[in-house]
Each structure stands twice: as structure tokens, then as C-alpha cells.
């Protein structure tokens, strides 16, 4: 029988990399080199971590501000949710010029003429009246679409959110309004 010729050593070379190279450190060489504080309390620790921190708040609060569904509070989750916001942004609503309307009231109650400033403040009641109706009316509707829309499987709420979202300011809603107005969602 014929010996076959031992095959070329395939192994890297120890000067690759591969080998050590050293002595195999002692138990407290190994401890001294892991050890760290728990907390680091270096100034560039410090300022490392609060502008990685701001830099997760921005991308959050941008990623909010955009309707991402991550990272949005619980609140506003959901399809349901997006409808409604969507239906509510897309349409004018009165409630949206109550805060301007309350600044004015303020500033005429400064004018020493009773009668003017009696009939602002009732001018105000009147309004906050009709914006209430404006809720009530635009929390009927989102219901009823709602409804034709996902079945019976509708949310608790989604009323009293249409309606909170009617009083907001247009450019102050979080998340912000995802449709121009008129183009009411399917």
C-alpha cells in the first residue's frame, strides 16, 4: 500500500493574527483591565449621552410631528385614529378661532366702556356655544363615517377626539394635519 503525502498545512500563520503572541494574562490583569466605573463621570460621558439624547428627542419629536405611527403616543394610534384626524384637519371648523377670539374679548374688557366690554363677553358666550355645537356635530359625523367605515369594530372616543382636535389651532395639532383642507379621507 502506497502512503499518500500529508496535505499542505491550510492553517494561517501565526503571524497573521491568529496566535497570541503573549502569555495568557493573570486573573487580576484580566479584572484590572474590565474594570470601569458604573457610572461614567467623565465630562465627555456626559455631554456624549445628553446630545445623543437630544438627538432621540428631535428624531422623535419630528417623527411625531410627521404622523409616524412609532412614534406617536398611544392616543393617536391606529387607523381609527388617522380617519379621524385626517377627516378633522381636512375640514374648517369654528373652534379653531376660539383662542384668537378669547385674546380679543380680553384686550376689549381692558376699554373702560361697560356696555363694550358686557356685549364682547356675551359675543363670547354666543361663539363658545356654537363651537360646542360645531363638536357636537362634527363628533356625530366622524361616528357615523367611522362606522361605514371599519364596521362595528369602532374605538371608544373617537367622538371626544374629533371634537378636541376641532378646538386646536390648525398649525398647533400634534400630530400635524397629514391632508390639505377639502380632501376629506375615503
Do not use: C
Given at each position: 500500500?502506497?502512503?499518500?503525502p500529508?496535505?499542505?498545512?491550510?492553517?494561517?500563520?501565526?503571524?497573521?493574527?491568529?496566535?497570541?503572541?503573549?502569555?495568557?494574562?493573570?486573573?487580576?490583569?484580566?479584572?484590572?483591565?474590565?474594570?470601569?466605573?458604573?457610572?461614567?463621570?467623565?465630562?465627555e460621558?456626559?455631554?456624549?449621552?445628553?446630545?445623543?439624547?437630544?438627538?432621540?428627542?428631535?428624531?422623535?419629536?419630528?417623527?411625531?410631528?410627521?404622523?409616524?405611527?412609532k412614534?406617536?403616543?398611544v392616543?393617536?394610534?391606529?387607523?381609527?385614529?388617522?380617519?379621524v384626524?385626517?377627516?378633522?384637519?381636512?375640514?374648517?371648523?369654528?373652534?379653531?378661532?376660539?383662542?384668537?377670539?378669547m385674546?380679543?374679548v380680553?384686550?376689549?374688557s381692558?376699554?373702560?366702556?361697560?356696555?363694550?366690554?358686557?356685549?364682547?363677553?356675551?359675543?363670547?358666550?354666543?361663539?363658545?356655544?356654537?363651537?360646542?355645537?360645531?363638536?357636537?356635530?362634527?363628533?356625530?359625523?366622524?361616528?357615523?363615517?367611522?362606522r361605514?367605515?371599519?364596521?362595528?369594530?369602532?374605538?371608544?372616543?373617537?367622538?371626544?377626539?374629533?371634537?378636541?382636535?376641532?378646538?386646536?389651532?390648525?398649525?398647533?395639532?400634534?400630530?400635524?394635519?397629514?391632508?390639505?383642507?377639502?380632501?376629506?379621507p375615503?
Amino acid at each position: 500500500m502506497a502512503k499518500t503525502p500529508p496535505a499542505p498545512d491550510t492553517a494561517p500563520d501565526a503571524d497573521a493574527g491568529a496566535g497570541k503572541n503573549r502569555p495568557t494574562p493573570t486573573r487580576a490583569e484580566q479584572e484590572a483591565a474590565r474594570k470601569r466605573p458604573l457610572v461614567p463621570d467623565t465630562k465627555e460621558a456626559r455631554a456624549r449621552a445628553k446630545a445623543d439624547l437630544a438627538a432621540q428627542r428631535e428624531k422623535a419629536r419630528v417623527g411625531m410631528a410627521n404622523g409616524e405611527e412609532k412614534y406617536l403616543p398611544v392616543r393617536d394610534r391606529g387607523p381609527q385614529r388617522k380617519f379621524v384626524r385626517d377627516f378633522v384637519d381636512a375640514g374648517w371648523h369654528a373652534g379653531e378661532l376660539l383662542m384668537p377670539l378669547m385674546l380679543v374679548v380680553i384686550l376689549v374688557s381692558l376699554v373702560q366702556n361697560t356696555a363694550i366690554v358686557y356685549y364682547s363677553f356675551v359675543a363670547l358666550w354666543v361663539f363658545i356655544l356654537f363651537v360646542v355645537g360645531d363638536m357636537i356635530i362634527t363628533g356625530a359625523r366622524v361616528k357615523r363615517l367611522a362606522r361605514a367605515k371599519f364596521g362595528d369594530r369602532t374605538e371608544k372616543g373617537l367622538r371626544w377626539y374629533a371634537a378636541m382636535r376641532t378646538v386646536q389651532m390648525r398649525f398647533m395639532r400634534l400630530p400635524k394635519p397629514q391632508v390639505k383642507r377639502g380632501q376629506y379621507p375615503a
